[in-house]
């Protein structure tokens, strides 16, 4: 596979694992990233996965980026012999429609479905995590179905509550925080996805496998009671 390297910043550089997003190209990302962690270089100050990137962030008193470059290139000499650690597979569960989800009509009729075809096929799936970002521990989740595709929101909402998920194109993905947004709400799961506190904040990371599955509301309660007496 050619990987090309490209400037970001005085001190970081993006290395693009593929031109689509396909499973070679998060095949690779996955074992760039697991090298990256088992033979760091003193200069590495720290490195982020996304679809089909790995951007690398140094120091550029160590090293210039010419070398950061030379260097890296030396070291993914190694990527055949690195083998990606097998995804950790998260189960989340989801209140699908109602309050939870006010769009759950519009992204059935938009597909001409019924809500409960909508709610069986984004439960049917088996699903990536592409990259964490735009919010603090917001996952950019992969591997939906087209039948359930829709667009995003003309007009974005101002504050979407914590733990929304949400369907915007062909990815899929949960709001861990009150924030704005202007993805299709579907539903809601009682997990916490982001918690400030814990030395790993983000539930999910890039390359976790998830599943969805519904639940109804009484078990979203009791859920989201026990989720959050756990993290009081």
């Given amino acids: 596979m050619a990987f090309t390297f490209s400037p970001l910043s005085e001190q970081a550089l993006v290395i693009e694992t593929g031109a689509i997003i396909n499973k070679e ?3 690779a990302v996955r074992k760039l990233s697991a090298l990256l962690e088992k033979e760091a270089p003193e200069w590495l100050i720290e490195f982020i996965p996304a679809f089909t990137t790995v951007t690398v ?3 550029p008193c160590q090293l210039k ?32 429609g109602g309050d939870f989800g006010p769009d759950l009509r519009f992204v059935a009729e938009h597909n001409g479905l019924t809500e409960e075809e909508v709610i069986d096929i984004h439960t049917s799936g088996i699903y990536s ?5 735009f919010a603090p521990g917001f996952p ?7 039948k359930i595709a829709a667009p995003r929101r003309k007009s ?4 979407i509550p914590e733990r929304t998920v949400g369907i915007a194109g062909m990815q899929t993905g949960v709001y ?17 996805l982001f918690v400030p506190d814990q030395d790993i904040p983000s539930l999910l990371r890039a390359g976790d496998e998830i599943r969805f599955t519904q639940i109804d509301e009484a078990e979203y309660r009791e859920q989201e009671a026990k989720q959050d007496a756990d993290h009081s």
């Fill in 156 to 159: 974005p909402r101002l504050r």
């Fill in 140 to 146: 950019f989740i992969g591997g939906m179905s087209e």
């Fill in 176 to 192: 861990p925080i009150k924030t704005p947004g202007g993805w299709q709400l579907i539903g809601r799961t009682p997990l916490r």
């Fill in 129 to 133: 995590v592409h990259m964490i970002g």
């Fill in 25 to 27: 190209s998060e095949q």
């Fill in 65 to 96: 980026q010419a070398e950061v470059e030379q260097e890296l290139k030396s070291l993914m000499a190694q990527m055949d012999e690195v083998e990606a650690p097998a995804p950790r597979q998260i189960e989340i569960p989801v209140c699908y």
């Fill in 57 to 59: 962030f140094y120091d």
